[in-house]
């Protein structure tokens, strides 16, 4: 790793929240980054070629309780904000790619969850934070009350020469994106070059990963077959609760960790359930990743850091 | 290359699925369909969740699924059944079992804290 890596990611010192520690390899500082996984298009060692980086936090499921499975669910978004907030050098801005708060039936106490939430995440450092919903926040009321608190479930927005485009394939309740957001994708990609950098941020995978699992989109191929004619497209996405890398033609899918609970690979057990605790590993499989983004070569060099 | 009883089961395989594919959703039982009232409800189905929904081979049916509160879907991808049930209307599934065995079907509107567990299983005897 090159040394003006390390020091830009340098902790500065995270305090030990509760029983709970941050490093529960007790390692120190900087052997814990020298274990972090790298996954990217740069090449390794190299110099950095990148002109600014961003966070993905996804999966945080403020609200979430079952000892179980995460002893320490009260604080996880808190750990996650100390753990963004300690690096040395602030990423341009931070993305939150969906399932803000765990479910909730209650319509009052959705608005109070996703309240709760964005205190907490207002603690954040980073000058530019977004978010986007996932089935958990919208599929309920259709994104009513996180829209109350975090606006519009689909958006662009332009960052040093990238394009971001957020799609919503959570507020319908069956997991599709709808005509009236295909439409306005068809038009928003329309303004676009067709070699410019496009980053996509969605919640639920666009691709058919396992549909028994409600790992898929219903309409997401369209949404696909919009990207396609686009050279340099990435998508980041969450739900599924672990790193996966897969490809639509040229089109690069990554998928982030949740920062509350971990999910068992596709079809690797008959149903689907939340991985229980490992006294013995605490927050196995869980993490955040920051990706290294290039516009001139439209590549994105994603660094994943375990919480 | 496959042998004449691997086409055989292909080709029961298929028409399973090719009656359950068609004319669901509004098509009211047909002449000769067994009709077989399903409840569902945040977080189960019934018959179905509880107790699987018994069928016979060879007898053609049609599950006349309601939901008692919300939107719910009802999908399997072994029997190609991918349906949304909705308050105040009749979702019409159709299903010619032509081969025996066991198929699980789960709900697939995101429906609230339980909907992962909202499942059932048909079974063709």
Known sequence: MATNEIDRRKFLKLVGIGGGVVFASGLGLYPRFAKAAWDGTGPSGAARSTDFYFVQLSDTHFGFTDPLINPNSDQMLQLAVDATNALEDQPDFIMFTGDLTDIVDNDRERRRRLGAFKTVASRLRCPMVRFMPGEHDASLDEGAAYKEFFGDTFYTFDHKGIHFVVIDNVSDPSGSIGATQLAWLKATLAKFRKNDPIVVFTHRPLFALNPDWDWWTKDGQQAIDLLMPYANVTVFYGHIHQNLTFTTGHINHYSARSTMFALPVSNSVPVKKKIPWDAARPYAGLGFREIDANPRKATYKKKEFPL | ?125
Do not use: W
């Open chain 2, 1 to 125: 290359m496959l042998n004449v009883k691997q086409i055989s089961s292909m080709g029961l395989f298929f028409s399973f699925f090719a009656a359950a594919a068609f004319a669901n959703g509004s098509t009211p039982p047909q002449p000769g369909e067994i009709e077989i009232p399903v409840v569902a409800r945040q977080f189960d189905f019934t018959p179905g969740t509880a107790s699987a929904i018994v069928l016979r081979q060879g007898q053609p049916v049609v599950l006349s699924v309601t939901t008692q509160d919300r939107k719910h879907g009802f999908f399997s991808k072994e029997l190609n059944i991918d349906e949304t049930v909705v308050p105040g209307k009749v979702t019409y599934i159709h299903i010619n079992p032509t081969h025996a065995g066991t198929f699980q079907f789960h709900c697939s509107v995101f429906c609230g804290s339980g909907h992962e567990g909202m499942q059932g299983t048909i079974v063709v005897q």
